[in-house]
């Protein structure tokens, strides 16, 4: 059975960093994503990191509001895929979401339809 449990939100200060973690269990994934929700906003792509070429290689993406800012890695061993956010805005404040799947993505705008499998979110909050 496959899992997806978030971990690592909270409450932050402007400016402040969060690191995120995803521990998927059951199988291992081509890709991994990070998406979000805002309150009264639809869904959107935030991060991702996907399998290029070699079994070993990986290329990462991300949307244009959080480029520099965020930085998504995974650690193959631990199952694990990570977000570290940096120089967090208020307008950062969403409930995340680790999504993976087992198909290859490139570019900074994955669809959420194209993922196999999602976590419960966990609820990051940016105070001013």
């Known amino acids: 059975q496959v899992q997806l449990v978030e971990s690592g939100g909270g409450l932050v200060q402007a400016g402040g960093s969060l690191r995120l973690s995803c521990e998927a269990s059951?199988?291992?994934?081509?890709?991994y994503g990070w998406f979000r929700q805002a309150p009264g906003k639809e869904r959107e792509f935030v991060a991702g990191?996907?399998?290029?070429?070699?079994?070993?290689?990986?290329?990462?993406y991300y949307t244009d509001s959080v480029k520099g800012r965020f930085t998504i890695s995974r650690d193959n061993a631990k199952n694990t895929v990570y977000l570290r956010a940096d120089s967090l805005k208020p307008e950062d404040t969403a409930v995340y979401y680790c999504?993976?799947?087992?198909?290859?993505?490139?570019?900074?705008?994955?669809?959420?339809?194209?993922?196999?499998?999602w976590g419960k979110g966990t609820l990051v909050t940016v105070s001013s």
């Open positions: 990191i996907s399998r290029s070429g070699s079994i070993t290689y990986y290329s990462t």
């Open positions: 059951g199988r291992t994934f081509s890709s």
């Open positions: 999504a993976a799947a087992l198909a290859t993505f490139k570019g900074n705008a994955w669809p959420g339809d194209g993922m196999d499998y």
